[in-house]
């Protein structure tokens, strides 16, 4: 075999089916795993595998034993040139995949595992067959995440992993070129037409302002002749002579102290004159409510006697009690004479009803003759007059009179009595001055005086409002001038500052230009590599393609399929494809028209290939297969042990399979007594793990 590092002894802790640490001795020699599903091969070529890759077969695969209380490791014993390296992969706490590892040289020293072996963790670390080698070439930093693992390997032997890893790199770097092109162009577009519609904009505004200057000079004021205006106005609303700390304040300071101060005053005087006419408001709405209270008592005063002289004259001297009296008197003797006339129509209703002629008086009892008695009666009844012929004496309507005026007189006095109170109330309203002025007894006239007086402060105090109003819409003018001219000067800088700025972006456009030309350089290099590259694969791919047939009719001896070939016309994507050499076309066909044995045998060809045909020492030379032989006869199986043979004459290789019978019986006639070790898990227990049997030859 080639030299480099070989598997000497494999130490597993923790992994998978393993519990307590178990160590196979390979003594550098091919291992044959061989036995039943489930007792354990696939887990030595597991831990194998995860010992130098550090991945499984399945990202994120659980790899640790749960029954198993310790540590998760593999310890990979390796020799080269008679020297033993060790190689320890330790599983992280808490981690399902996350792992260290700490590579040893011979003296005991801790050597980086990428320094040693640089390949090491690029190869693929999935399912079924895997060739592992390392040279001392270190592969670049980013590949293709496109490429399978045929598409590497094939790259790799053909030694174009560089150009390829290139082509991708300044594809995807190309990717990025054409964004930051876009992106860029969008912005300095974006930009240029910002700062343009800015210098557009604040020239108008100029122009405005310009059309109708807020200066009076004819000449356009300089920034510190505003300044100085700008001091002269603070002068002005403070009556007071220019400070001295304004020289060399900001023309942003001067207006705001300006208007600030303006302000101030505005509040201060305007808020104390307005006191004063609130205060002067108030005084005389308080005497206005107290002469009109006064009024309407002078009136309800007068209402009371106009009533009182209208009760005076109807009781004519007399009393109510009497007048009372003399009108129950009536109505009682209006009754009794009712109560007569009532009887005397009864008594005759009762005569009229008997025809004797006599007849007893209803009251006495006495005989009579009915029509003497009649008679009587009706004469009597004459002589009684009735309601509508009595003659009346008023005294009932003078009683109904008198009673109206009596109650009108009570409710005016009740009204008065409110109003002197309201009166009351409102005059200890009144300011002490003006209380002093009011004369006792009150007087019109007098409170009339007092309320001219106090319109006539109202409204002197509005004529000096009305003077400040006036005062401070100048100095308003003037601050509001001023602030025209503060944003004419700041029109002019932004503008300025903006002319600038659109004369240093030609630099920025130049300078995307350039980018812009380097891109298309980039892209013209691309070209001519990938030119390059595809011209290299259509000379070298027959060559493949040779090398790969040759491998596949020796693994699958198919009746009719006995050539894989790559499309040149589809090139540099490689696509593998079956045909057959009695085909005079030599048509291509997809391998999914192969049977389930030619499709195994298959995905083990680009590994046999290649390594037959690498030539060069390695690092590590290593083939590791886990059950290859499915869906294989035994025809296929024994032609399968030949190619191994041959190639184990290169690599080490370790091999898991479940046909034990036939590996058995053609490993002693393919191999060389004492290359290869043969490991049986015979059992397999929950707590214990695997129990393994070697055997060597």
């Known amino acids: 075999m080639v030299a480099g590092f070989r598997i000497r002894t494999v130490a597993i802790e923790g992994f998978k089916g393993f519990t307590t640490r178990k160590e196979i001795e390979f003594k550098q020699r091919h291992v044959f795993l061989l036995g039943k599903n489930g007792a354990g091969k696939s887990s030595i070529v597991e831990a194998i595998r995860w010992g130098l890759f550090g991945s499984t077969r399945r990202p994120n695969e659980i790899v640790a034993n749960r029954s198993h209380g310790g540590r998760c490791c593999v310890e990979i014993a390796l020799n080269r040139d008679g020297k033993q390296w060790n190689l320890r992969r330790t599983l992280n706490p808490g981690s399902t995949g996350g792992s260290d590892a700490v590579l040893t040289d011979e003296h005991g ?11 090491l963790g690029s190869v693929d670390a999935g399912e ?9 070439e270190p592969l670049p930093r980013s590949q293709s995440g496109k490429l399978d693992s045929f598409g590497r390997t094939i790259f790799a032997q053909l030694g174009l992993t560089y150009p390829q890893a290139l082509l991708e790199q300044m594809k995807k770097f190309l990717e990025v070129q054409e ?78 102290n300006a208007e600030d101060t303006l302000t101030d005053i505005r509040t201060q005087d305007q808020g104390t004159l307005q006191e004063e006419l609130t205060s002067i408001v108030e005084r005389r709405r ?72 006599s007849a007893d008086c209803p009251v006495c009892n006495t005989s009579h003759q009915r029509h003497k008695l009649k008679s009587q009666l009706q004469d009597s009844l004459r002589q009684l007059p009735d309601e509508a012929t009595a003659p009346s004496t008023g005294l009932e309507a003078r009683l109904k009179k008198v009673q109206t005026l009596n109650q009108e007189s ?44 106090c319109l006539e402060k109202e409204r002197s105090i509005e004529a000096r409002i009305e003077n400040r109003t006036d005062w401070f819409d100048a100095k308003e003018k003037r601050l509001s001038k001023l602030k025209e001219e503060h944003k004419f000067h700041e029109l002019q800088r932004d503008l300025a500052r903006l002319q600038q700025s659109r004369n240093q972006f030609g630099g920025v456009e ?30 070298d791919i027959p060559g493949v393609s040779e090398n790969l047939s040759r491998v596949f009719a020796a693994l699958t001896n198919h009746t009719w ?33 192969l049977n389930g044995q030619a499709q195994s045998a298959l995905a ?64 002693p006639r393919k191999f060389d007594l004492g290359s290869y070790v043969v490991v049986e898990p015979t059992s397999w227990s929950y707590h214990d793990g695997p129990v393994l049997n070697i055997e060597c030859e």
């Open 109 to 119: 020293k801790e050597r980086l595992l990428g320094e040693i072996m640089p390949k």
């Open 604 to 667: 083990l060809v680009p590994y046999f290939a290649f390594s037959q045909t690498d030539d060069t020492p390695t690092e590590v030379y290593l083939v590791l297969l886990d059950d290859p032989t499915q869906a294989f006869d035994e025809e296929h199986i024994e032609m399968l042990v030949e190619r191994l043979a041959e190639l184990g004459r290169r690599v080490q290789l370790v091999v898991a399979s479940q046909e034990s019978t036939r590996f058995r019986a053609l490993l």
């Open 128 to 136: 079924g067959a895997h060739i592992i080698f390392a040279s001392q």
């Open 510 to 539: 130049r300078a995307y230009q350039d980018l812009v030309v380097f891109g298309e350089s980039v892209r013209e290099i691309r070209q001519v590599i990938k030119t390059c590259f595809n011209e290299q694969l259509k000379k």
């Open 561 to 593: 399929y006995d050539r894989l070939t790559i499309p040149i016309d589809r090139l540099p994507e490689l696509i593998l494809q079956v045909a057959s050499s009695r085909d005079p076309a030599v048509i291509g066909h997809p391998t999914g028209v």
């Open 286 to 357: 308080y005497l206005e409510e107290f002469r009109d209270i006064h009024k309407e008592i002078e009136v309800q005063q007068s209402r009371i006697q106009d009533v009182q002289l209208q009760l005076s004259t109807t009781l004519s001297g007399d009393s109510l009690e009497h007048l009372q009296h003399s009108v129950e008197e009536e109505l009682a003797a209006k009754s009794d004479m009712e109560l007569r006339r009532r009887a005397v129509q009864g008594t005759i209703r009762l005569l009229d009803r008997d025809q004797a002629d």
């Open 410 to 453: 009570q409710n005016l006095r009740r009204e008065l009595s409110e109003l002197e109170e309201s009166r009351r109330a409102t005059r200890a309203q009144i300011d002490a001055e003006d209380a002093e002025q009011i004369s006792n007894p009150v007087s019109t006239d007098n409170l009339n005086s007092i309320i001219s007086r």
């Open 179 to 256: 964004l930051t092109e876009t992106r860029l162009g969008e912005e300095i577009t974006n930009s240029s037409q910002e700062i343009d519609g800015q210098i557009q904009q604040f020239a108008r505004q100029r122009g405005i302002i310009l059309r109708s200057p807020p200066w009076d000079s004819g000449h356009t004021p300089s920034v510190a002749e505003t300044e100085v205006r700008a001091r002269h106005l603070i002068g002005d609303i403070t009556s007071e002579p220019i400070d001295e700390s304004l020289l060399g304040v900001s023309l942003d300071a001067l207006i705001d």
